[in-house]
T-cell receptor, first 112, second 112 residues
Framework: SAVISQKPSRDICQRGTSLTIQCQVD?????MFWYRQQPGQSLTLIAT?????????ESGFVIDKFPISRPNLTFSTLTVSNMSPEDSSIYLC?????????FGPGTRLTVT | QKEVEQNSGPLSVPEGAIASLNCTYS??????FFWYRQYSGKSPELIMS????GDKEDGRFTAQLNKASQYVSLLIRDSQPSDSATYLC????????????FGAGTTVTVRA
């Protein structure tokens, strides 16, 4: 499976600021996704990152809060904007290969 | 009704025993079913995928699928302490939908 890396691995941010998370894949993939895993919870899909077009957001997530870029088939960014403590979560990118999805190592975000 | 439900756990089994994890899903159009293992502080790792009714075995893991009952399970034979983790059931959202819905997870502890 593809090798997926994320930067940063963790960060502590102040409320009201923004953080951009990078996801890099070692091969070209058509579909990339961003998920959130809140403390003690399961995974929730934020959006599908589409190459060359706007991301497709799930119910409850909006572009102003979570802008996503996908400039090519190996890279995507997720920005968490105007952060509040409720945004403290692990953010994960994943890629689809055939029918399966594989996850990056995640970014642990703490908002104070 | 939640899209994907798992037995709540936690599940504690002695070393060498069989751990049995269950998952039910609500969308009859779902066609792809996955089990992920997530160690504490790590990202989910795909351990099994199953697409057809019946059993699929991979080493000590067996996935079982019954589409008529909308039920998928994972058996871990000869459980080892290294199997202690949270196991997430994931199901695609419907026919021709690649997006995944995740269950809340079942935490398994294998007692040495």
């Amino acid at each position: 499976s593809a090798v997926i890396s994320q930067k940063p691995s963790r960060d502590i941010c102040q409320r009201g600021t923004s953080l951009t998370i990078q996801c890099q894949v070692d091969s070209q993939v058509t579909m990339m996704f961003w998920y959130r895993q809140q403390p003690g919870q399961s995974l929730t899909l934020i959006a599908t990152a589409n190459q060359g077009s706007e991301a497709t957001y799930e119910s409850g997530f909006v572009i102003d809060k979570f802008p996503i870029s996908r400039p090519n088939l190996t890279f995507s960014t997720l920005t968490v904007s105007n952060m509040s403590p409720e945004d403290s979560s692990i953010y994960l990118c994943s890629v689809k290969e055939s029918y399966e999805q594989y996850f990056g190592p995640g970014t642990r975000l703490t908002v104070t | 009704q939640k899209e994907v439900e798992q037995n709540s756990g936690p599940l504690s089994v002695p070393e060498g025993a069989i751990a049995s994890l269950n998952c039910t899903y609500s969308d009859r159009g779902s066609q792809s079913f996955f089990w992920y293992r997530q160690y504490s502080g790590k990202s989910p790792e795909l351990i099994m995928s199953i697409y057809s009714n019946g059993d699929k075995e991979d080493g000590r893991f067996t996935a079982q699928l019954n589409k008529a009952s909308q039920y998928v399970s994972l058996l871990i034979r000869d459980s080892q302490p290294s199997d202690s983790a949270t196991y997430l059931c994931a199901v695609n959202r419907g026919s021709n939908d690649y997006k995944l819905s995740f269950g809340a997870g079942t935490t398994v502890t294998v007692r040495a």
